[in-house]
């Protein structure tokens, strides 16, 4: 099985544990599932550390996906200081 198989088994599994184990919570808000699902990318990422073609299309994924995070985790923050 090459890392990249790896890499893309696990992150389905965290997907599938994580969205599935929040929506038993009852969560609605979009947000959540989101940030959960770039959580399961990188650690499924830093438990595999498949090695892509292209590097640049890679870094430029990085970069949304942590602009994404640190913005979805900044509002809730805030939204809960400002209650």
Excluded: C, K
Aim: net charge positive; proline share 1%; charged share 15%.
């Amino acid at each position: 099985m090459s890392e990249l198989d790896r890499f893309v088994r696990l992150y389905i599994v965290l997907t599938l544990v994580l969205n599935g184990w929040v929506l038993f919570l009852g969560e609605t808000r979009w947000d959540v599932y989101v940030v959960l699902n770039i959580l399961s990318f990188y650690i499924s990422y830093a438990m595999n550390r498949p090695s892509f073609e292209n590097r640049r299309v890679v870094g430029v994924l990085h970069g949304i996906l942590i602009t994404l995070f640190i913005a979805l985790v900044s509002y809730r923050v805030y939204e809960v200081l400002a209650s």
